[in-house]
């Protein structure tokens, strides 16, 4: 199995510029969320999915859209990329509360 | 609002060593509470989950136990290796969370193990 995949693995950007990170389960999870981690932060959650077409915000959800049209898929897009959204991004699923699966992440940079 | 920690921040032991990680939580309200490994540069793995009403759970040389009331959970590492050196992380799941697929993590603890 696949698990959790995440592409790409690394990324620069120049402020401003707008880009989609990608997230893949083949796990038929319904539950899917973005983290992103940051030195001295710890992991924080941006935005979750319940299920298809059921999206929320997390904690920093601010500068980050979502959608979920498929089980599979939860792309992460950034609008105007910023500075302050420099950091690394991971994707994880569940089958309900369960076992929580997390990807390898992308490692973005914002110039 | 539902805070981690865990301490130490960071940990370092000879091999052989049996040691402790702890992790504490504010809010008791919890579904579930999940230990992770997370190796430099990679994603997190899952290492144990416990349930809200268990005591404990156990893989191998890796012991979690529970105890919800005082909002404590420990990772206990019987016979370390030089190959369990990463940062361990803590995360809830809170009952109240309507989703309840927000997990909450604490900020971790980097264990490094000599030979």
């Known amino acids: 199995n696949a698990g959790v995949t995440q592409t790409p693995k690394f990324q620069v950007l120049k402020t401003g510029q707008s880009m989609t990170l990608q997230c893949a389960q083949d796990?038929?999870?319904?539950?899917m969320s973005w983290y992103r981690q940051d030195p001295g932060m710890g992991l924080r959650l941006i935005h979750y999915?319940?299920?298809?077409?059921?999206?929320d915000q997390g904690e920093v959800p601010n500068g980050y859209n979502v959608s979920r049209s498929t089980t599979e898929d939860f792309p992460l897009r950034l609008l105007s990329a910023a500075p302050s959204q420099t950091s690394v991004y991971f994707c994880?699923?569940?089958?309900?509360?369960?076992?929580?699966?997390f990807g390898q992440g992308t490692r973005l940079t914002v110039v | 609002k539902q805070e981690v920690t865990q301490i130490p921040a960071a940990l370092s032991v000879p091999e052989g060593e049996n040691l402790v990680l702890n992790c504490s939580f504010t809010?008791?309200?919890?579904?579930?509470l999940q230990w992770f490994r997370q190796d430099p540069g990679k994603g997190l793995t899952s290492l144990l989950l416990?349930?809200?009403?268990?005591r404990e759970q156990t893989s191998g040389r890796l012991n979690a136990s529970l105890d919800k009331s005082s909002g404590r959970s420990t990772l206990y590492i019987a016979a370390s290796q030089p190959g369990d050196s990463a940062t361990y992380l803590c995360?809830?799941?809170?009952?109240?969370?309507?989703?309840?697929?927000?997990?909450?993590f604490g900020k971790g603890t980097t264990l490094s193990v000599s030979s």
């Open positions: 994880a699923s569940s089958y309900g509360k369960g076992d929580a699966f």
């Open positions: 796990m038929n999870h319904e539950y």
């Open positions: 809010d008791s309200a919890i579904y579930n």
């Open positions: 416990i349930q809200s009403s268990q």
């Open positions: 995360a809830v799941r809170p009952a109240a969370n309507q989703a309840g697929t927000a997990l909450i």
């Open positions: 999915s319940v299920g298809a077409g059921i999206t």
